[in-house]
């Protein structure tokens, strides 16, 4: 096997998938993950969500002023599973599946146990659109899908 600290930056080649079989995701095994471009649990989004509390908002519960995720269903600020797993109990007694970090505006939903592309995701651009104007104080910038 060869060894890959220090390789070239060109991205290592995927084995050919037999059908049916997933692809490998490139850079998986490095911690980067694909965000879905569906879910089966938008319906549970809150009607409203362009008007949202802003991202320096601390934690309903313990008031931790980091980390915190905002529900998409019911918009309520909760603290991550790092802090003190306030969103997390949250999701466990509410079925609430869908969030947006604070942190680096990303969308995960608990029930499908994976993030969402919030920019491909027609359901979610607005409140993708809205946090990153609350947080940078500028529009996002465009990006190609």
Not at 59 to 67: F, G, S
Not at 91 to 104: E, F, G, I, M, V
Not at 112 to 130: H, N, S, W
């Amino acid at each position: 096997m060869a060894n890959r600290a220090g390789s070239s930056s060109a991205p290592p080649e995927n084995p050919p998938t037999e059908e049916g079989e997933e692809e490998l995701i490139y850079g998986g095994e490095s911690g980067w993950v694909e965000a879905r471009t569906s879910c089966d649990h938008l319906s549970s989004l809150s009607s409203d969500l362009t008007h949202i509390p802003t991202p320096d908002t601390p934690c309903h519960i313990c008031e931790h002023p980091d980390e915190n995720w905002l529900c998409l269903c019911c918009k309520e600020v909760l603290c991550s599973r790092f802090v003190n797993k306030h969103m997390l109990n949250h999701y466990h007694n509410t079925s609430h599946s869908l969030a947006l970090s604070y942190s680096d505006l990303s969308v995960w939903c608990f029930s499908c146990d994976a993030y969402l592309d919030a920019q491909v995701i027609r359901q979610l651009r607005p409140v993708y659109e809205t946090a990153y104007l609350l947080k940078f104080g500028e529009a996002p910038p465009s990006r190609a899908v």
